[in-house]
């Protein structure tokens, strides 16, 4: 969490919902914080509230002289001229009143339009406006409630404000919603609730009621990009300087957002995965919507938080790529750099034949995650799908990551014959053999129920036989090609070759299935207490381990 020792006295209203953020992201986001904060002051003025008076709470740009900020008579004294035109303008600066009422409060819902025009500088608005909506929820005994307009109206997202972050940041729609998508959301509310829209000037001139409605849109540009957004409500507006491009460009790629280190988490680490070729491990944390991740074998665990229950995951270069449900529809999380189109793929569960009972008590190992061209690829329950266009893939037996990122090697059946990429030439694999792929050419594919082929690029290497319900788990070359088994009790680990077979004692007696790295000779091997080895089996030693607390 960000600590408040780290932030300014000015910010210490917010030092709860800045804490989602990175600690010199929250700092450099504070000023737009204030400035925003100011904005709803006065349009919300606390004092219109009904109730008993109870102190002050925030600023406003209406009040009595005696709430005037020692700060504005100073200018009257020693800029009479600028006072006078902060006056005239409605510039100045008051505390504002608070009150008490012993009434049952209602929700504040927030409606925030994710479209085509909100993106870029207006999200760092919307952000701002969020954490301020949650500091005046929590100081008026409220809930935070947010919704997404162009989502199934009455889906809110409820709970913690991290969580509620993490599903706005990615909810992006491919296009406009209309005043009729927010009179649907806002039948879903109650009398006692307190409803505010965050849109552009294209919704907002739409809406009948203007009272509560931010509008954001972009006024100056620098040489990164815009630099003002012009902020309005009701009939006031401020144009508000952004945070410097390269925080804006952390907060809007998702790295700004706190992930929480693993040793100050709770709950066990779970399912390991490699799920490509760069040296990182992911598994599931606490949760279904939680994925960690971390570098090997150096590189400090992060946990994500994400919008529903994560289904599958990969790394693509930098991008940690995360397929998660919302609302019965499978969407990418990009974190990391934008991804071309990605963030605007949406699937149902029905189209590939998943139920969100399923979904919901996920809990088994992640899927991985390939990209194939401009087409996303995953598997569910033994059967592979194209999600770009929501088309089973009935021919497709195995995948595993290439020499490209978006060109993995894939074994495939045509006609009584499996091809596909990497696989030899010479040798004609039957469309009934089962198939393993491994790092570069490695291939192994069954000729029986026990005994299984191996072939790389210098030629067939030979026969392997392995006990009767044993599991492959992957292909490793360690002075040649070995398979990597478990047994099928799940708890001996053996590496088998055509000349020897040898049990790996030390990486056995996991309290979970184990995850071989796909071109390097790494097993993560779960531990009890929630901890993961990560072994060399080359070496046979401890690579790292990744530990859930202490």
Known sequence: MTDHRTLPPALAPWVSALSTLASDVALAM?????????LFSGAEDAGTDDGEPDGYDGLAPRGTIERLLPSQLQLWQELPDEFVRRAADGELLYLAAATRSPAVRGRVAVLVDTGPGQLGAARLVQLAALVVLHRRATSQGRSLVVGVLGERPGSWRDGDLGRQLAGWLVARRATEPGPSTVREWTEQLDAADQAWVLTGPHLADDLPDRHRVLVSHEQEWGVDGASVVRAVVGGRH????????????????GTAFRATPVGTGVGPLRTPLFPSTVPYLIARGDGPAEVVSVRVPTGRPRRHQLP??????????????????????????????PLGQTHELAVPLAAVGLSVS????AAGPLSPLYFQGGDLLCEFAGDWWNLSNARPLSSYLTVAPGRQPDHPRLARRGGTHIWGTGLPDEVRIPATARVVLGAGTMTAWSVGDTTWRIQTASGLVGDVTIEQGTTIIGLVDIDGP??????????????????????????SGGVGAPALHPSQPWLAVPRPVGLIEIADLATNQVLRTVRSSG
């Open 30 to 38: 504070g000023p737009l914080v204030r400035r925003v904060d100011e």
């Open 358 to 361: 399923a979904v919901e008590a």
């Open 238 to 253: 401020l144009d508000l300087p952004l945070p410097p491009a390269d925080v804006a460009l952390r907060v809007l790629r």
């Open 308 to 337: 529903g229950p994560a289904l599958a995951a990969t790394w693509l270069g930098r991008r940690l790529v995360i397929l998660s449900c919302v609302d019965e529809t499978l969407r990418p999380v990009v974190i990391g750099k």
């Open 482 to 507: 070995h398979l990597v088994t478990v047994s099928s009790s799940g708890l001996i680990v053996r590496l088998v070759s055509p000349t020897h077979t040898r049990t790996l004692t030390r990486w």
